[in-house]
């Protein structure tokens, strides 16, 4: 890891830190630096220790753990397409490991397990569908984006006709769920993504150099002795199960897997976003963007109505950017 990467990745969870400690003092109980810190002791056991220990930090973690899960898959993603354009957003798994968990809300209920199985179970049938579809030139190129935004937009109707069809409570639910949302978060629903997530970090350490070098190339990676079809493989079930589990705690978030990474390379001038790096910016947006839609507007924005309008403006600004160097060649 090189000096930058280390400046920027702790420079992101600096500031993760230091805003989530101004949400646990924001809202409409407002609690001082020494509030907090008592509530977090245990010190306080009064109506500020109940505000922050089981309203706000659930809600908080939940906003850095979703975030680096949806970092950590765009990073893989767009390293083993080796597309800017690679994340889960684009490609369609996101509106697959929706449609899973709408599926398993309409017929389990708002039970968490029950939907986090049937998000897995519609990424990993989303990620089948796509490979199948780009088989002949494999996860490269501009085919697998037209693919996968073609099988999104497909998704997406069928998520629509899904909440359409099912009854208003169901309805209703499942609108609030779809527009992202971190509201009524709890302890054990944080617990849903902290235990799958703890348990897979090993295998990310692991993943991490091989999928860097893997970036530069198959030939060389394979000169080197990567296993290449191994790596792409593994990476691949990761990054569903990561943007799967994300999708099943607060519905789909859009935006941060694509950015995340991608500001990740920016500000380390990597070629190859480091897993790390984007965790760390992804959770450091996501909560920077459930702060913004609770306390920047007269009315409450979910997470994901936030981040999905800060992802138009950055995709915008990177066409232009792109525009703009090619006229400059």
């Given amino acids: 890891m090189t000096y930058r990467i280390r400046v920027v990745t702790?420079?992101?969870?600096?500031?993760?830190?230091?805003?989530?400690?101004?949400?646990?003092?924001?809202?409409?109980?407002?609690?001082?630096?020494?509030?907090?810190?008592?509530?977090l002791s245990g010190s306080e056991t009064g109506l500020g220790g109940y505000f922050v220990r089981e309203i706000r930090a659930p809600r908080i973690l939940a906003a850095l753990l979703?975030?680096?899960?949806?970092?950590?898959?765009?990073?893989?993603?767009?390293?083993?397409?080796?597309n800017p354009l690679g994340s889960p957003d684009v490609i369609g798994?996101?509106?697959?490991?929706?449609?899973?968990?709408?599926c398993a809300m309409i017929i389990w209920g708002t039970s968490p397990w029950g939907?986090?199985?049937?998000?897995?179970?519609?990424?990993?049938?989303?990620?089948?569908?796509?490979?199948?579809?780009?088989?002949?030139?494999?996860?490269?190129?501009?085919?697998?984006?037209?693919?996968?935004l073609g099988l999104?937009?497909?998704?997406?109707?069928?998520?629509?006709?899904?909440?359409?069809?099912?009854?208003?409570?169901?309805?209703?639910?499942a609108a609030a769920w779809l527009a992202g949302s971190l509201n009524s978060m709890t302890w054990g629903k944080v617990t849903l993504l902290a235990l799958p997530l703890a348990l897979v970090t090993p295998l990310l350490i692991w993943l991490a150099r091989p999928l860097r070098i893997l970036s530069y190339g198959d030939t060389l990676a394979r000169g080197i002795g990567v296993p290449v079809a191994r790596i792409r493989l593994i990476s691949l079930i990761l990054g569903v199960l990561l943007v799967a589990l994300a999708t099943a705690l607060t519905g789909?978030?859009?935006?941060?897997?694509?950015?995340?990474?991608?500001?990740?390379r920016h500000l380390s001038h990597q070629a190859a976003g480091n897993l790390g790096t984007a965790a760390c910016l992804g959770a450091f947006i996501t909560l920077a963007a459930d702060a913004l839609g609770q306390f920047a507007f007269a009315t409450s924005l979910q997470?994901?109505?936030?981040?999905?309008?800060?992802?138009?403006f950055y995709l915008i600004f990177l066409i232009y950017r792109a525009r703009r160097k090619d006229s400059h060649e």
Avoid at 118 to 146: D, H, K
């Fill in 93 to 102: 798994f996101t509106h697959g490991a929706a449609t899973g968990a709408l």
């Fill in 66 to 82: 979703v975030g680096a899960a949806l970092g950590l898959s765009g990073a893989i993603f767009q390293t083993i397409t080796r």
């Fill in 10 to 39: 702790l420079s992101a969870l600096l500031s993760s830190l230091l805003l989530g400690i101004w949400v646990l003092m924001q809202g409409d109980y407002n609690l001082t630096v020494t509030d907090v810190l008592a509530a």
């Fill in 115 to 148: 939907t986090a199985l049937g998000a897995i179970a519609g990424g990993a049938a989303t990620s089948c569908l796509v490979y199948l579809l780009t088989r002949t030139r494999g996860l490269e190129g501009f085919q697998l984006i037209l693919v996968g």
């Fill in 152 to 173: 999104g937009a497909t998704l997406a109707a069928v998520n629509s006709l899904l909440v359409v069809q099912a009854s208003l409570a169901q309805a209703q639910t």
């Fill in 252 to 264: 789909p978030i859009a935006f941060v897997a694509l950015a995340a990474p991608h500001i990740a």
């Fill in 303 to 312: 997470v994901g109505v936030v981040t999905g309008a800060l992802g138009g």
